[in-house]
């Protein structure tokens, strides 16, 4: 979708889509997966846990960052990453909104 089309639709929908795009990807799964398990910034190399490249790590990290599910802060010659809490309960209130209950919906439409 091109950078014009979204101002069509609403900021939450916006978010909602930035962050599905973020998750769509199964090392970014792993690195948020890891990152909550750990509760704690993590300054060392995800290369370890994850069996990636460290540019490829990288480049995953940029992206979760980006759409603002992780934070980062440089130590030294170091970046050192965690979850952004405030994010996290946002994206998780926008995603519970997102899939509401369908009890009305027996199956029988299709």
Known sequence: ????????????????????????????????????KINACICGDLVEELGLAQPTISQHL?????????QGTVEGTSVCYCI?????????KHFATFFTDISNNDGSCC
Request: aromatic share 8%; glycine share 8%; no cysteine.
């Open 1 to 36: 979708m091109g950078a014009t089309k979204t101002d069509l639709f609403t900021k939450q929908q916006n978010e909602i889509a930035g962050m599905a795009k973020a998750l769509a990807h199964p090392a970014r799964i792993a690195i948020l997966q890891y990152l909550v």
């Open 62 to 70: 940029k992206e979760l960052k980006a759409v603002g599910l992780i």
């Open 84 to 92: 952004h809490p405030g994010n996290w309960q946002k994206f998780r």
